[in-house]
């Protein structure tokens, strides 16, 4: 039988030295999804809509088919909004931008994720330089029926939202 673990300590420690540089990152934490994606089916709506790619095409589950997304008309701010149909506990939000048939990203770097109390939207989370196609956002749960995506601005390419798909834990 080997001795593995003195092996291990100094690969253990050697990345510890190379995290302080800042030369390698090493999570701490990983974050998994809850099974129960709320917005699954919910009333969606939203501040415009390009061609036939309506809000609803957001919370339909398909984060493949490129007729499956809710496209914004051009220029910001933008937003859409899901109704869960009851109060629920949310702490999580997932969001799936367009990828096309090249592999280029047309993401959102700036955006809110709000929810609504008394008929007045809150900020929980303001996401103000996002570089990835699907963003995972957890935040101290709240409490709501409404949430609701502000979109603020894209690449220089994404003059409009082009959303895949947007998930609610």
Same mark, same amino acid.
């Given at each position: 039988?080997?001795?593995?673990?003195?092996?291990?300590?100094?690969?253990?420690?050697?990345?510890?030295?190379?995290?302080?540089?800042?030369? *390698?990152?090493?999570?701490?934490? *990983?974050?998994?999804?809850?099974?129960?994606?709320?917005?699954?089916?919910?009333?969606?709506?939203?501040?415009?809509?390009?061609?036939?790619?309506?809000?609803?095409?957001?919370?339909?589950?398909?984060?493949?088919?490129?007729?499956?997304?809710?496209?914004?008309?051009?220029?910001?701010?933008?937003?859409?909004?899901?109704?869960?149909?009851?109060?629920?506990?949310?702490?999580?939000?997932?969001?799936?931008?367009?990828?096309?048939?090249?592999?280029?990203?047309?993401?959102?770097?700036?955006?809110?994720?709000?929810?609504?109390?008394?008929?007045?939207?809150?900020?929980?989370?303001?996401?103000?330089?996002?570089?990835?196609?699907?963003?995972?956002?957890?935040?101290?749960?709240?409490?709501?029926?409404?949430?609701?995506?502000?979109?603020?601005?894209?690449?220089?390419?994404?003059?409009?939202?082009?959303?895949?798909?947007?998930?609610?834990?």
């Amino acid at each position: 039988m080997r001795n593995t673990k003195g092996k291990t300590a100094i690969v253990l420690f050697l990345l510890a030295i190379l995290s302080i540089q800042g030369c *390698v990152y090493i999570p701490t934490e *990983v974050v998994e999804k809850p099974k129960v994606n709320l917005a699954l089916g919910a009333a969606a709506t939203a501040s415009s809509v390009y061609l036939h790619f309506t809000p609803d095409r957001a919370v339909d589950g398909d984060k493949e088919d490129q007729n499956s997304r809710w496209l914004s008309e051009p220029g910001y701010p933008q937003w859409i909004s899901v109704d869960l149909g009851q109060r629920e506990t949310i702490h999580m939000v997932a969001l799936y931008f367009f990828v096309n048939e090249h592999g280029f990203v047309y993401y959102n770097t700036e955006y809110e994720i709000q929810y609504s109390e008394e008929g007045t939207w809150k900020t929980i989370l303001h996401v103000e330089d996002n570089q990835l196609q699907a963003p995972v956002h957890s935040f101290p749960p709240v409490v709501a029926q409404q949430i609701r995506i502000l979109f603020h601005k894209g690449i220089p390419q994404a003059d409009l939202v082009r959303l895949y798909e947007l998930e609610i834990y």
